[in-house]
T-cell receptor, first 115, second 117 residues
Framework: GAVVSQHPSRVICKSGTSVKIECRSLDFQATTMFWYRQFPKKSLMLMATSNEGSKATYEQGVEKDKFLINHASLTLSTLTVTSAHPEDSSFYIC???????????FGPGTRLTVT | AQSVTQLDSHVSVSEGTPVLLRCNYSSSYSPSLFWYVQHPNKGLQLLLKYTSAATLVKGINGFEAEFKKSETSFHLTKPSAHMSDAAEYFCVVSDPVGSGNTGKLIFGQGTTLQVKP
């Protein structure tokens, strides 16, 4: 199957700082990527749909000014957690959708810890 | 609106015995249904998917699932559990892409499968 990478795999940052997470589709061009959040021992919650060349579509209850999404190219989407707080600590997972098959391929996830 | 309910948060089986993970769905459309597995601190791996073809879907690692429209169910089964099957399993529903639908995935709450030696 297709490969999606995330960087970094884990990051620790101080409260009040911002952190950027990258999601790359390595062997196909993805016009649509998705960002999920997973709390410990919980399911994945869709945060937003990232569309190349246009604004992201956020799910209800997700603060778009706090979780900035940029989909600057067909192989890269970034999620920036701005002014991070300890409650933002979580496992963030991205997926990229193959435009031909519509199948979503998931990245390995990024564990964010805010101290 | 689509939703999916996994009926068991935790399932424990002995190695070599059958596995049954239950999932019920709700969808306004003819849904696409998936089962994903997540091993500890790892990404999600697709086990199998149903997209309106055969109702009995075979996946990787000996898993299969049967789509039953009358029961709105998509239960995951495996005849004989291995220790390596211990993981978190997610049942997922999706709208078809197009006609205003984004094809986004809606995840169930997850079922933790424990396999005892």
């Amino acid at each position: 199957g297709a490969v999606v990478s995330q960087h970094p795999s884990r990051v620790i940052c101080k409260s009040g700082t911002s952190v950027k997470i990258e999601c790359r589709s390595l062997d196909f061009q993805a016009t649509t990527m998705f960002w999920y959040r997973q709390f410990p021992k919980k399911s994945l919650m869709l945060m937003a749909t990232s569309n190349e060349g246009s604004k992201a579509t956020y799910e209800q209850g997700v603060e778009k000014d706090k979780f900035l999404i940029n989909h600057a190219s067909l192989t890269l989407s970034t999620l920036t957690v701005t002014s991070a707080h300890p409650e933002d600590s979580s496992f963030y997972i991205c997926s990229a959708r193959d435009p031909w098959t519509y199948e979503q391929y998931f990245g390995p996830g990024t564990r964010l810890t805010v101290t | 609106a689509q939703s999916v309910t996994q009926l068991d948060s935790h399932v424990s089986v002995s190695e070599g015995t059958p596995v049954l993970l239950r999932c019920n769905y709700s969808s306004s459309y003819s849904p696409s249904l998936f089962w994903y597995v997540q091993h500890p601190n790892k990404g999600l791996q697709l086990l199998l998917k149903y997209t309106s073809a055969a109702t009995l879907v075979k996946g990787i690692n000996g898993f299969e699932a049967e789509f039953k429209k009358s029961e709105t169910s998509f239960h995951l089964t495996k005849p004989s559990a291995h220790m390596s099957d211990a993981a978190e399993y997610f049942c997922v529903v999706s709208d078809p892409v197009g006609s205003g639908n984004t094809g986004k995935l809606i995840f169930g709450q997850g079922t933790t499968l424990q396999v005892k030696p």
